[in-house]
């Protein structure tokens, strides 16, 4: 006969005699203190890491304090962790000399770390252009990845598309164009790229020369070191309004980057072995420069005067 009593399910030894507490604790974050070489980076991560002196001061810093801020990190498949948040203070953590780094260990997907991983470094006071370009597109290509749906149509793909502009821009502060703006310039190739980093090619300039084709920017390069110039805006302007035309060509680029420009025009150039024949040797520069400006406001004091006679 069988028997109608329900199967019960009894609770283990560990649960009876957990308490609440206990429970919550162990489903709270811990920071924990994992070895240096335990930790890699994120892959693709956009921001640089270098050994500057804000790097060496952060060093000094943890040399004497400690990592104040713990990092996050994901457990790696293939053993170790995945740096979500941290990548600094890892670096600086080896600079100084230490072989762990307190980490907060959390279970994250591709797109939840990307978006942690961003926001942590868009904080920092000052940001490469390159870097700001490549963390808003990889913010907002996540945010499109997670509100993805299959039955969306095209008209709605479109609305949703925007909506996470408007997210990415309304958190870091910025408007959805200036946004997009930063996101054309991982168009440019890496050479153009740096040159924006390094502030030899101006934000605008660099924006217009993102809709050339790789091709083209890899002729411009040529241009730019054959006229030993960098294009200006409206240059830049030209070049794209070519290309989309179909007629930009490696002369046509040299043509327009040999062109003098309205500031060069502006300015006049004096070497220092030009003006030194006219001032006693014991003069440095800038005191031959403070007495041309002294001499001019002369001059143009005397020609008021005559003048009003």
């Given at each position: 006969?069988?028997?109608?009593?329900?199967?019960?399910?009894?609770?283990?030894?560990?649960?009876?005699?957990?308490?609440?507490?206990?429970?919550?604790?162990?489903?709270?974050?811990?920071?924990?203190?994992?070895?240096?070489?335990?930790?890699?980076?994120?892959?693709?991560?956009?921001?640089?890491?270098?050994?500057?002196?804000?790097?060496?001061?952060?060093?000094?810093?943890?040399?004497?304090?400690?990592?104040?801020?713990?990092?996050?990190?994901?457990?790696?498949?293939?053993?170790g962790y995945e740096l979500v948040a941290?990548?600094?203070?890892?670096?600086?953590?080896?600079?100084?000399?230490?072989?762990?780094?307190?980490?907060?260990?959390?279970?994250?997907?591709?797109d939840q770390t990307t978006i942690i991983?961003?926001?942590?470094?868009?904080?920092?006071?000052?940001?490469?252009?390159?870097?700001?370009?490549?963390?808003?597109?990889?913010?907002?290509?996540?945010?499109?990845?997670?509100?993805?749906?299959?039955?969306?149509?095209?008209?709605?793909?479109?609305?949703?598309?925007?909506?996470?502009?408007?997210?990415?821009?309304?958190?870091?502060?910025?408007?959805?164009?200036?946004?997009?703006?930063?996101?054309?310039?991982?168009?440019?190739?890496?050479?153009?790229?740096?040159?924006?980093?390094?502030?030899?090619?101006?934000?605008?300039?660099?924006?217009?020369?993102?809709?050339?084709?790789?091709?083209?920017?890899?002729?411009?390069?040529?241009?730019?070191?054959?006229e030993q110039a960098t294009p200006s805006?409206?240059?830049?302007?030209?070049?794209?309004?070519?290309?989309?035309?179909?007629?930009?060509?490696?002369?046509?680029?040299?043509?327009?980057?040999?062109?003098?420009?309205?500031?060069?025009?502006?300015?006049?150039?004096?070497?220092?072995?030009?003006?030194?024949?006219?001032?006693?040797?014991?003069?440095?520069?800038?005191?031959?420069?403070?007495?041309?400006?002294?001499?001019?406001?002369?001059?143009?004091?005397?020609?008021?005067?005559?003048?009003?006679?």
């Amino acid at each position: 006969m069988k028997s109608s009593a329900k199967k019960v399910e009894l609770a283990s030894v560990d649960d009876l005699f957990s308490t609440e507490e206990s429970r919550a604790d162990a489903q709270r974050e811990k920071v924990l203190e994992i070895p240096l070489s335990e930790l890699h980076p994120f892959k693709d991560h956009p921001f640089k890491v270098k050994d500057d002196e804000a790097m060496m001061e952060t060093a000094d810093s943890i040399r004497q304090y400690g990592v104040l801020v713990p990092a996050i990190a994901r457990p790696d498949p293939n053993g170790g962790y995945e740096l979500v948040a941290g990548h600094r203070r890892h670096r600086a953590s080896e600079l100084a000399g230490k072989d762990t780094m307190p980490v907060i260990v959390r279970d994250l997907d591709d797109d939840q770390t990307t978006i942690i991983m961003v926001d942590s470094n868009l904080q920092r006071e000052s940001l490469l252009p390159s870097e700001r370009a490549f963390a808003y597109k990889m913010k907002l290509e996540a945010i499109k990845h997670q509100g993805e749906r299959s039955d969306l149509t095209s008209r709605q793909v479109g609305e949703k598309s925007q909506t996470s502009i408007s997210l990415v821009a309304d958190q870091a502060g910025e408007s959805q164009r200036q946004v997009q703006r930063y996101i054309r310039l991982t168009e440019l190739i890496p050479e153009l790229l740096d040159m924006v980093d390094e502030k030899k090619i101006a934000f605008n300039p660099a924006y217009e020369l993102s809709f050339l084709k790789k091709e083209e920017q890899v002729d411009l390069l040529d241009a730019m070191d054959s006229e030993q110039a960098t294009p200006s805006l409206s240059q830049a302007q030209r070049l794209k309004k070519y290309s989309q035309e179909g007629h930009l060509t490696l002369d046509m680029m040299r043509v327009i980057m040999g062109e003098e420009k309205k500031s060069d025009l502006d300015k006049i150039t004096f070497t220092s072995d030009t003006l030194r024949k006219y001032f006693p040797r014991s003069y440095t520069p800038q005191r031959m420069q403070e007495t041309i400006i002294k001499l001019l406001e002369q001059w143009q004091r005397k020609r008021k005067q005559q003048h009003e006679r």
